[in-house]
């Protein structure tokens, strides 16, 4: 099994442009991100207390996509500018 991942990961890798890996890779981040965020929201709505372990977990795994995704948005932005 670990073999056929890696295997597929380098074929999708070698397959693709930078240009599209880069587009895809933020395309899921971004999806992540309104994932993690829209749970954290619901779980808030319905459980009344924004304080339960499992929204810390959330809004932990929130920072680094939040991060992510300002970075992908940051080179995109200065790859339109110049």
Do not use: Y
Request: proline content about 4%.
């Amino acid at each position: 099994m670990t073999s056929l991942v890696t295997e597929s990961t380098k074929s999708v890798i070698d397959s693709g442009t930078v240009d599209s890996l880069s587009n895809s890779f933020g395309l899921v981040v971004v999806v992540l991100l309104i994932v993690v965020l829209l749970e954290q929201e619901l779980m808030r709505a319905f459980r009344g207390r924004p304080t339960t372990p499992a929204a810390r977990r959330l809004s932990v795994a929130s920072v680094p996509l939040l991060l992510i995704v300002t970075a992908v948005f940051t080179a995109r932005f200065a790859e339109l500018v110049s």
